[in-house]
Structure formats: C-alpha cells, structure tokens
C-alpha cells in the first residue's frame, strides 16, 4: 500500500510553516501559483481568510508601514509587504528563488 500525499495531509500546517520558513529569510525568494491546486485549496483559502489569513495580513501592513519610516526599515519593510499574499492566501502557491519564478508553472 503506498502512502498517503504528505501534501494533502495536513494543508493548514504546512502552510503555516510554508509562511514561517518565508517570513524567516524572504530576500530572494517569491511565491508563485501552482497550476495543480485545485478547487480543494480554493476552500482551504476561504476557511483560511476568515480565520488567520485577514489578521496576518493586517498585522504585515501595519508593520510595513512602520519599518518604513526609517531609512534602515525599508528593505524590511518591502519584505513584509511581499508577505501580505502569501499570508492572505497561502493554499496553492509555492516558494521559489526569484532567478527562476516561472521554473514551477
């Protein structure tokens, strides 16, 4: 018997950590969409906004804005507002370096 997709699994969890792992080095890396999420994450994403996805993105806006008030804060800044999407809506992207974002579609 072959085991299950890690991927299907758990997709909250892996998600969650997909955005820490972002959050943790977000310079010269982007997300991109993956062509084989189906209507499966359409959902998850849904469920996701209305529970975490609003308030995380609220939370990086805010804290965008203010690391960009100083001259030192803003390449932090611009990271926390490439972290806005994927914080959004992190079902069905995938994190790749930014030398090759269209290497996945």
Not at 23 to 39: C, I, K, M, S, Y
Request: charged share 15%; proline share 9%; net charge positive.
């Amino acid at each position: 018997m072959r085991d299950p997709d890690p991927r299907g699994a758990i997709p909250f969890g892996i998600a969650s950590f997909r955005i820490a792992g972002y959050a943790l080095w977000p310079f010269g890396r982007t997300t991109v969409e993956r062509r084989d999420a189906g209507a499966g994450s359409v959902i998850g994403n849904v469920i996701w906004i209305v529970f975490a996805g609003w308030w995380l993105a609220l939370g990086h806006i805010v804290t965008g804005i203010a690391l960009c008030v100083t001259i030192i804060g803003i390449p932090f800044g611009i990271a926390n507002f490439k972290m806005i999407p994927i914080s959004l809506l992190p079902l069905g992207r995938e994190i790749v370096p930014t030398d090759q974002p269209f290497a996945t579609r």
